[in-house]
């Protein structure tokens, strides 16, 4: 085969002329735009599907050519998280044939870098005179969402308590509502139609604008995953159990939760910062939800989330 670049999309030339052929061609009009990944990463699916086809230079894809195509890109040095990206595109190409792709891919083991509390709450302060920048910092730190979950957020996933709104592989989330995410929403939300979206941007602007406010800090590497991460491990220090945190980022397993339980270490154990103080009350009558006209009834969480404090 030949060598190829880790490439995970293809050049905007090839989308527009260069055409899967086959199966490959059947599977791209029923199957793979039908697929529940977001529409960027779909085509970063169709880019791979095209270089498959290179390599087959004609031969018909089967699951021996599509191991053989793997082995020889992990023999040209491609990491393990660009492998395992195009696993995923050849093994929905198989899955839809009602075939298995079976190509182990050992990940290295990455602990999310800690993010100190200050660090976000000094990002919130210098963000406050710009209520979208606060808005989107919100969203990540406060509610733990991902970059494409922020752009894809529409005002029915608003709720009178929580957002309640469809994540990562159609996963259903309901994660409520702080007092300062609610105060940053209601201007994104008034005066719009259900079907609006709350902030109408792309996920370029999400990442320019956590690393412009990183670099305020003195962390210019942050990046939007990081907020993620610190909202993640902030509820640890908390003490909450990892099946609340695994239902509020909306992991498939909890063992993908897991790994924040060794992201601060022993600052997990003495719980430096917490979100809010959280005092033992009566206990209340679950809040409501309503999206689109409908009443939903959700679970009162076990923690109290209120990120950070207000930095008025």
């Known amino acids: 085969m030949p060598k190829i670049k880790p490439r995970t999309k293809a050049p905007k030339q090839d989308q527009l002329t260069e055409a899967l052929q086959g199966e490959l061609a059947t ?5 793979l735009f039908q697929r529940s990944v977001t529409k960027r990463t779909v085509y ?5 599907l095209l270089q498959y086809q290179r390599a087959l230079n004609g031969a018909t894809p089967t699951l021996d050519t599509s191991c053989q195509f793997l082995g020889h890109l992990r023999k040209q040095g491609f990491t393990p998280a660009t492998l395992r990206l195009y696993r995923a595109a050849l093994a929905g190409f198989h899955t839809w044939r009602g075939e298995e792709l079976a190509f182990s891919i050992r990940l290295p083991h990455h602990v999310p870098e ?5 660090i976000i709450i000094r990002m919130l302060e210098l963000s406050q005179d710009k209520p979208k920048d606060h808005l989107i910092l919100r969203l990540m730190t406060d509610a733990g969402l991902r970059r494409e979950e922020v752009t894809r957020l529409g005002v029915r ?4 308590k929580a957002l309640r709104f469809r994540g990562k592989e159609d996963r259903d989330r309901t994660v409520p509502l702080t007092k300062e995410l609610m105060e940053a929403l209601k201007p994104f939300c008034a005066n719009k139609s259900p079907n609006d979206l709350v902030l109408g941007v792309g996920e370029g602007v999400i990442y320019r604008t956590v690393k412009r ?6 962390k210019p590497e942050l990046k939007p995953h990081d907020l993620r991460h610190s909202f993640a ?7 909450t159990d990892l099946r609340t945190i695994q239902e509020l980022l909306g992991h498939a397993s909890v063992s993908t939760t897991q790994i924040y339980t060794q992201v601060a270490g022993t600052q997990l154990e003495d719980a430096i910062s917490r979100l809010n103080q959280v005092e033992d009350k009566p206990a209340e009558k679950s809040p409501s939800l309503f999206i689109d006209g409908t009443e939903y009834e959700i679970e009162k969480p076990r923690v109290t989330l209120g990120v950070f404090p207000s930095s008025k």
């Open 27 to 31: 599977y791209e009009k029923v199957g």
């Open 44 to 48: 970063r699916y169709r880019g791979i």
């Open 114 to 118: 800690y993010i100190e509390p200050t």
């Open 157 to 160: 996933h608003v709720g009178v």
């Open 213 to 218: 406010y990183g670099k305020l800090v003195g």
């Open 233 to 239: 491990t902030r509820l640890l220090e908390q003490k």
